[in-house]
């Protein structure tokens, strides 16, 4: 199994006190199997993805990504698992604005010395961004700067994508071709794709999907 999550535990401290946003999830995913995950906003999707990606730590739980337990790591243990095996698209692309498109695209392939320039020609081929390599993300469409953010993720032979809302903001059109792409590419390198979607259509396209409410998977 690439990712299994046991028993995930996290609370937040506000304002108003703590608030237990995640109360005990488990889900599975394996290596070339794509997993929609729905709920209502604020039901901690985010918050979920986040700790599987190693960006946040769980209060309590076990998630098992490769084999590693990247609860049990220390957040430059969990920096070198994330750069190494895991890809993340947001919706808000999060490019680096004083890079160029090619730089961008080999950014996080670069951090984790796993640079591969047929690769990454490849995806910026696929995604249709050559014409695009030499320019810098605000001289791009939100389309075209989502594809980057896509071929960023999949520079570094990825084994878990994980995306949050990546077509949240783009037109519809632009997000079926985008999401076409994406999975196309994900399918081919056989990747595991854990997707963070409100969109029904779009969990439809998913090997499977869970929702999450109140804390737990329903
Ligand atoms: N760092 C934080 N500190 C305190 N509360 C937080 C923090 N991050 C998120 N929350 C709260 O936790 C809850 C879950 O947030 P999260 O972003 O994971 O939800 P979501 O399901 O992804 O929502 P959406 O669909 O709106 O993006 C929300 O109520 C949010 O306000």
């Known amino acids: 199994m690439l990712l299994t999550v046991t028993d995930i535990r996290k609370t937040y401290t506000t304002a108003d006190g703590p608030f237990a946003v995640l109360q005990g999830v488990d889900l599975s995913l394996d290596a070339g199997e794509t997993l929609a995950l729905t709920g209502e906003s604020g039901s901690g999707k985010s918050t979920l993805l986040h700790l599987i990606g190693g960006l ?9 990504l490769n084999g590693v337990d990247i609860a049990a790591l ?45 690769w990454a020609a490849t995806l910026a081929d696929r995604m249709g961004l050559g014409p695009q390599l030499g320019k810098y993300p605000e001289q791009l469409s939100g389309g075209q700067q989502q594809r980057v953010a896509i071929a960023r993720a ?34 081919e390198t056989g ?28």
């Open 56 to 64: 946040d730590a769980p209060d309590a739980g076990q998630i098992m």
């Open 74 to 118: 220390d957040d430059a243990g969990r920096a070198r698992l994330r750069r190494g095996t895991v890809g993340v698209v947001f919706q808000q692309f999060n490019l680096i604005p004083s890079l160029k498109v090619a730089d961008n695209i080999a950014f996080q392939a670069r951090l984790a010395g796993q640079h591969d320039p047929d």
């Open 154 to 187: 999949l520079a570094c032979k990825p084994r878990l994508v994980l995306a949050d809302e990546p077509t949240g903001n783009l037109d519809e059109a632009t997000a079926e071709t985008v999401m076409d792409l994406m999975l196309e590419l994900v399918a």
């Open 191 to 218: 990747a595991g794709l854990l997707m963070v979607t409100h969109s029904q259509a779009l969990a439809g396209r998913m090997s499977r999907r869970l929702h999450l409410r109140a804390g737990q998977i329903a």
